[in-house]
């Protein structure tokens, strides 16, 4: 079991340009789920898919955050354009079921200056 | 509005004591409670959870209680070891046996584990 994997592990970008976090969940397992993490909000979730497809976009802040699943094995968050309020750490997390305890990737730094 | 509060920032205790986090929400609609462990650099790991049907849950050194009537949950760890060292998230949801999705989180408390 290799875990989620995420990537980058650090993705430092200036204002204005798009940027792409990346994500392979737990083989076998059909729920994925984005997060933030700030000082200020803390784990914050932005959107979860069940078996590819989204299920709740209502944390996703503003039209510049896009997220794609296009098949179980894979999955995007884009933000176009950056912000340096977009710094944050982002985890993919996956689980067996919707239900089931989340497993969390080591997450992505990203500064955007 | 915060409807799980972790209270305290940080806790700092002896090794082979007891570490007690606690952390307290708002919802009444709350029915299943978890803990994660969080490692610097590393993504939170599921440690434990409790659904409201319960008022314990015990898993090794690990034990959460759970308080309905004053929203309340916290998590004992028994005896405390330097590895214990992390940070530890409450979360809940409002909707046991569906998804994770509605899974809100408590800031965080930061455990020190002292040799």
């Known amino acids: 079991d290799a875990g989620v994997i995420q990537s980058p592990r650090h993705e430092v970008t200036e204002m204005g340009q798009e940027v792409t976090l990346r994500c392979k969940p737990i083989?076998?397992?059909?729920?994925l789920f984005w997060y933030r993490q700030t000082m200020m909000r803390g784990l914050e979730l932005l959107i979860y898919?069940?078996?590819?497809?989204?299920?709740?976009d209502s944390g996703m802040p503003e039209d510049r955050f896009s997220a794609k699943m296009p098949n179980a094995s894979f999955s995007t968050l884009k933000i176009q354009p950056s912000e340096p309020r977009d710094s944050a750490v982002y985890f993919c997390?996956?689980?067996?079921?919707?239900?089931?305890?989340?497993?969390f990737g080591n997450g992505t730094r990203l500064t955007v200056t | 509005d915060q409807q799980v509060k972790q209270n305290s920032p940080s806790l700092s205790v002896q090794e082979g004591r007891i570490s007690i986090l606690n952390c307290d929400y708002t919802?009444?609609?709350?029915?299943?409670f978890l803990w994660y462990k969080k490692y610097p650099a590393e993504g939170p790991t599921f440690l434990i959870s409790?659904?409201?049907?319960?008022d314990k849950n015990e898993d090794g050194r690990f034990t959460v209680f759970l308080n309905k009537s004053a929203k309340h949950l916290s998590l004992h760890i028994v005896p405390s070891q330097p590895g214990d060292s992390a940070v530890y998230f409450c979360?809940?949801?409002?909707?046991?046996?569906?998804?994770?999705?509605?899974?809100?989180f408590g800031k965080g408390t930061k455990l020190s584990v002292k040799p």
């Open positions: 997390a996956s689980s067996q079921t919707a239900n089931s305890p989340l497993h």
């Open positions: 083989s076998g397992h059909n729920s």
């Open positions: 898919f069940n078996n590819n497809v989204p299920i709740d």
């Open positions: 919802n009444s609609m709350f029915d299943y």
């Open positions: 409790i659904s409201s049907i319960k």
């Open positions: 979360a809940a949801s409002a909707n046991y046996g569906g998804s994770q999705g509605n899974l809100i």
